[in-house]
């Protein structure tokens, strides 16, 4: 046999072999199958993957928003202490009115017992951060509602009865000051309740 029919014979039997794997190939859908399974399996890992890695954003931003809602509840406590300690009794003053030391010591306390709350809560999280969170809300909330009743509407009242008005520059900024940071609380309120209402204590 010469060298060109043996190179040949070896073409004929490469091209015979390579026709025989693909008829097998078409004659072997249980092959294919495998395949697409094979496909589907791995489509499917990077789907919940994919699922997995924005469940996991979505928690940190959730997360950051209860800080930021906490450091706000946490202000919104200072400010309203120093607005009675500060404006308000300096407000007291000026209108020669005596002002209830013993009263209002009463409610800065209480306020500095919830901000004392909030700023623990800032080392928790899940269930026990929400359910003391509104706890506190509504704390806050009533705190500020005896203090419009028993510290700030006597003073209006009292001013608005007499004939020569006062020095109003402390009570004007306790006014201001005071209703600003009550829309703020009113903002935190509905946050978490949307019924919760604090505009009512304002001062007109």
């Known amino acids: 046999m010469s060298e060109q029919e043996t190179n040949t014979e070896e073409v004929e039997d490469q091209q015979g072999a390579t026709d025989a ?12 199958l495998s395949e697409l399974e094979r496909i589907k399996k791995e489509l499917e890992e990077e789907k919940a993957k994919a699922a997995k890695e924005l469940q996991e954003g979505e ?7 209860e800080v930021d809602y906490l450091q ?8 309203f202490d120093h607005h ?8 007291y003053i000026d209108c020669g009115l005596k002002y209830n030391h ?6 800065l306390k209480h306020l500095g017992s919830i901000q004392g709350f909030l700023r623990l809560l ?3 999280d899940g269930v026990t951060r929400e359910t003391v969170t509104k706890d506190c809300i509504i704390r806050v909330r009533n705190v500020i509602q005896e203090i419009h009743k028993n510290l700030v509407k ?8 007499m004939k020569k008005k006062p020095n109003m520059e402390n009570l004007d900024n306790f006014k201001r000051d005071w209703n600003d940071r ?4 009113q903002g935190a309120c509905d946050f978490e309740y949307q019924i919760l209402d604090v505009k009512k204590f304002m001062v007109e």
């Open 21 to 32: 794997e693909a008829n097998q190939r078409q004659e072997d859908p249980i092959g294919d």
């Open 59 to 65: 928690e940190e931003d959730e997360d950051l928003r």
């Open 72 to 79: 706000k509840l946490i202000t919104l406590t200072v400010q």
């Open 84 to 91: 009675v300690g500060v404006y308000l009794m300096a407000g």
């Open 102 to 107: 013993m009263l209002a010591e009463a409610y």
């Open 122 to 124: 800032e080392k928790v």
């Open 154 to 161: 006597p003073v209006y009242k009292e001013v608005s009865l």
């Open 182 to 185: 009550l829309n703020e609380l």
